[in-house]
């Protein structure tokens, strides 16, 4: 049975992508610098932060995995601009440990590296559906160390280590923080709903528009990624996960809106409001397509409604 270690293990994605790898037949080894929750799922699970180098070696050397999901990171926008070097230390430097790490103890294990959609950044300007040959120009700390630890990936690529980097765009479900844009949103409705919270829902900038994906089919993409470790043929080594269509903020307030019957106001947080935001977002994932064949399948309308519920059940 293929042994996979998966960084970030108990994040948004980290615990769905859990079950999904042990439906397609892994042997998860789950590593996260939390206690795992009740039911994790996971076949075994490591604690280990991963800016401590010598640790993250001790596990990958105790892993021994033939494949290796890195997801870990410090994911949030707005926490990169008010802790850049934390932000680094994690996410470029964690990268850094964990290839040295398989390097070291585990070299011929394949990885795919979750990295971002946001790394394109300012490129996003010219309203196109960017693909892995648009130049990167990131717009904030976050995408940065993205953008650095993927050129990290790419020269232990360079060197022989095999693996694939992951552009996932904006990805959302169950479970995730309300940090995040549609999430914040549902979990507010909820508490509207309940009495909880007055009936004025807090928003930031609805001018932006973003490619929404759900969480299931990013997951679906990255089980389909990882086959690559086994195919004889040529693969891309960065690969968008985007649905390709770009909706505005406003809009996917005014679905989630829709499936309310609570009336309720809309109000600007200027906190809410970024230093510099990237204002449309959309990704052509054809190099995907192409590769393994994956195709979204979870219509939006279907993703918020989940969302939710979610958030009913949970205030
Ligand atoms: N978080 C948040 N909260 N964002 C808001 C709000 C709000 O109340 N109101 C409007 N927005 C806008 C943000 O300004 C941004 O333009 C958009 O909604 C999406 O914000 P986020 O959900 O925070 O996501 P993101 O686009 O900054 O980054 C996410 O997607 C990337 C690409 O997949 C994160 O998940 C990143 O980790 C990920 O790499």
């Known amino acids: 049975m293929p042994r996979l270690l998966l960084t970030g293990a108990n994040g948004f994605v980290g615990k769905i992508l859990t079950q999904r790898l042990r439906d397609a037949g892994y042997h998860v080894i789950a590593l996260s610098s939390s206690e795992p929750q009740p039911g994790h799922g996971a076949d075994e699970h490591l604690g280990c932060d991963i800016r401590d180098a010598q640790a993250l070696a001790q596990a990958v050397a105790q892993a021994r995995p033939s494949h290796v999901v890195h997801l870990a ?11 850049p070097l934390g932000t680094w230390q994690t996410n470029v430097m964690g990268s850094m440990h964990l290839l040295e790490a398989i390097r070291l103890h585990a070299p011929q294990a394949f990885v795919l590296f979750s990295s971002s959609s946001e790394v394109y950044g300012a ?3 010219s309203g ?6 648009t130049l990167c120009q990131p717009l904030n700390p976050y995408a940065a160390s993205k953008v650095a630890a993927e050129s990290a990936f790419a020269e232990y690529f360079r060197q ?5 980097i992951a552009r996932p765009f904006n990805h959302i479900g169950a479970q995730q923080s309300p940090d995040f844009v549609t999430a914040s949103f549902a979990r507010q409705i909820a508490l509207i709903e309940a009495g909880q919270q007055e009936p004025v829902l ?4 609805l001018e932006a528009a973003r ?3 759900d969480v299931q089919d ?3 993409a990255y089980i389909e990624l990882l086959k690559l470790a086994d195919s004889d043929k040529d693969y891309p080594r960065r690969i968008n996960i985007a649905s390709g269509r770009s909706l505005k903020i406003s809009q996917v307030l005014e679905q989630l809106l829709a499936l309310s019957k609570a009336d309720i106001q809309v109000a600007q947080d200027p906190e809410r409001l970024r230093p510099s935001d990237i204002p449309m977002a959309v990704g052509n994932s054809t190099a995907l397509t192409q590769s393994t064949g994956w195709q979204p399948q979870i219509p939006l309308q279907q993703t918020l409604q989940e969302l939710l519920d979610y958030w009913r059940a949970q205030v």
Not at 160 to 164: D, E, T
Not at 202 to 205: D, E, T
Request: with cysteine; glycine share 8%; hydrophobic share 45%.
């Open 128 to 133: 196109q559906a960017v693909d892995e040959h």
């Open 123 to 125: 490129a996003f300007k």
């Open 218 to 220: 990013v997951c679906s």
């Open 160 to 164: 022989g280590i095999k693996g694939v």
């Open 73 to 83: 990171a410090v994911s949030h926008v707005p926490t990169s601009f008010m802790d």
């Open 211 to 213: 490619d929404f994906l």
């Open 202 to 205: 807090k928003v930031g900038n």
